[in-house]
């Protein structure tokens, strides 16, 4: 919220990236940022895909900067989760006037 309220909406996402990058190195945040993970269809590498923020190597964020969310962000989002295995992730738009943000949660991985 600090970096929406700092930047307003109309930046490219990765400047709400970097400026993300900046918040979590003052809170002595553990991420990675723009992890590459290995997508498989029926055993064979098929490409990668690479998520904007990696925390504590346990929570996903995905970052727009896109006038509205749409059901495409959300499932591209789900899609990461389910691909690096993990329970959890943040979906946030700094595109919007007012910041956007959904809380995911990978529920093939809660039922394992």
């Known amino acids: 919220m600090k970096v ?5 909406n109309g930046f ?3 400047i709400y990236q970097r400026s993300l990058a900046v918040e979590l190195e003052k ?7 723009e992890v590459e993970m290995p ?4 055993g064979v590498d098929v490409g990668t895909r690479r998520v904007d923020f990696l ?5 996903l964020v995905e970052i727009k900067a ?3 969310l749409e059901n495409v962000h959300l499932a591209q989002a789900l ?11 943040l979906l946030i738009n700094f595109g919007a006037t ?9 529920e093939r991985k809660l039922k394992s």
């Open 27 to 33: 809170q002595n945040l553990a991420y990675a940022r």
């Open 39 to 42: 997508i498989f269809y029926e």
């Open 55 to 59: 925390i504590d190597e346990k929570i």
């Open 4 to 8: 929406h309220s700092a930047l307003g």
């Open 98 to 106: 007012k910041i956007q943000f959904r809380r995911l949660t990978n």
């Open 79 to 89: 899609n990461y989760l389910e691909a690096f295995k993990l329970e959890i992730g």
């Open 12 to 14: 490219q996402e990765v």
């Open 66 to 68: 896109v006038a509205q």
